[in-house]
């Protein structure tokens, strides 16, 4: 996830940089030459002699958009806090994570402590997020985050997704991940609309600066100081592939917020590079310039 969004601040035109572990296979060298063809800095990118890199490979369903995603975990383990050069991380301006491990939460106090903004991608709640929850200035989340979180508050037990997103943060031998959406489960029930904004008022209480929750077509949902508010998705060109919609979302969000963009002005830019994005296969084909994305917001219709 915090792959495709740097490579889409790089094509919006900004600075980007990736840290990851891999091993020096085949997969690994190709990983980092992607990066490197994309203008996204892999310097300070581990890699590690003799492990394997973590792959995924997404099947899409021509018809129906439906996805699935067979995943690879490969040998080549989460980074660790003792991997991370912090005088550099703490020069970031923005740090985007998409997990709550122990580096993502020491990294997230180093930027926050030299006066950056944490930003965390979130697909399922689960109470392994608490500890990074006050290091954020953004936490920008799926429905199925949203849904889970207030099912959590409610007592309920969380759904199969999110027991499983857990469960892949402690032990990484899951061989395959079925689509999320097929697995909400009674525990958690899929939530729209209102209560999704609900969700993030919620969850602004636990820490982060600004709450988002984002719910496909049916556009986004933002708490924050400034208030609280929806932004609608813009109308796509055509929809071949929404995979990494999400992703180009929180790049263009973080983008437009280093080029000092307000608030509402960064969602409408991430929510128009998100919607672009969606024209082509593949989680990056689609992710748009800069000036692709200013032309299309001036053209382009609205969901409701
Ligand atoms: N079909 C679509 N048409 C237009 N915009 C879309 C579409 N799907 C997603 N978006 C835009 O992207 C944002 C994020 O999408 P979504 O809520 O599906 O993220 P996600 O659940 O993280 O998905 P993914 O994991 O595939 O990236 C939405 O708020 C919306 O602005
Ligand atoms: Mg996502």
């Known amino acids: 996830m915090v792959a495709t969004a740097m490579v889409a601040v790089a094509r919006l035109g900004g600075n980007a940089a990736f840290i990851t572990r891999v091993g020096d296979d085949q997969t690994g060298t190709q990983i980092l030459d992607e990066f490197r063809t994309e203008g996204v800095d892999v310097s300070h990118a581990v890699t590690t002699p003799g492990l394997t890199s973590h792959r995924t490979i997404v099947l899409v369903d021509g018809r129906t958009g439906a996805r699935a995603f067979l995943a690879g975990r490969g040998t080549a383990n989460d980074v660790m806090p003792e991997d991370l050069d912090m ?4 020069e970031a301006p923005f740090l985007h994570l998409s997990d709550a491990g122990p580096a993502a939460v020491a990294a997230a106090k180093v930027v926050k402590a030299a006066g950056g903004h944490a930003c965390l991608d979130g697909t399922h709640y689960h109470q392994t997020v608490d500890a990074l929850l006050p290091h954020l200035e953004y936490l920008v989340v799926s429905r199925f985050f949203g849904s889970e979180y207030l099912a959590h508050l409610d007592g309920r037990e969380l759904g199969a997704a ?12 899951q061989a395959v991940h079925p ?3 097929a697995m909400g489960d009674s525990h958690a029930p899929v939530l729209t609309g209102g209560a999704l904004l609900d969700a ?10 600004v709450v988002v929750v984002t719910e496909g077509e049916a556009g986004c949902w933002c708490a924050s100081p ?3 508010f929806h932004i609608p998705a813009y109308v796509a060109p ?3 592939d929404t995979t990494g919609a999400g992703d180009v ?6 983008q437009a917020r280093a080029m000092g963009r307000t608030l509402h002005s960064s969602l409408e830019l991430a929510s128009a590079a998100a919607a672009l994005k ?3 296969l593949g989680g990056r084909t689609g992710s748009p310039d800069l000036e692709t994305t200013i032309a299309f917001m001036s053209t382009a219709s609205r969901h409701r």
Not at 87 to 90: D, G, I, P
Not at 200 to 209: D, S, V, W
Not at 249 to 254: I, K, P, R
């Open 87 to 90: 005088e550099w991380v703490a």
């Open 179 to 181: 689509n999320p959406a």
């Open 226 to 228: 400034d208030g609280d």
């Open 238 to 240: 055509q929809v071949v």
């Open 162 to 173: 999110a027991r499983e997103y857990a469960g892949t943060l402690v032990a990484r031998d």
């Open 200 to 209: 993030a008022r919620r969850l602004r209480e636990r820490g982060p600066n």
């Open 278 to 280: 969606c024209r082509a």
């Open 249 to 254: 979302f929180h790049g263009a969000f973080l």
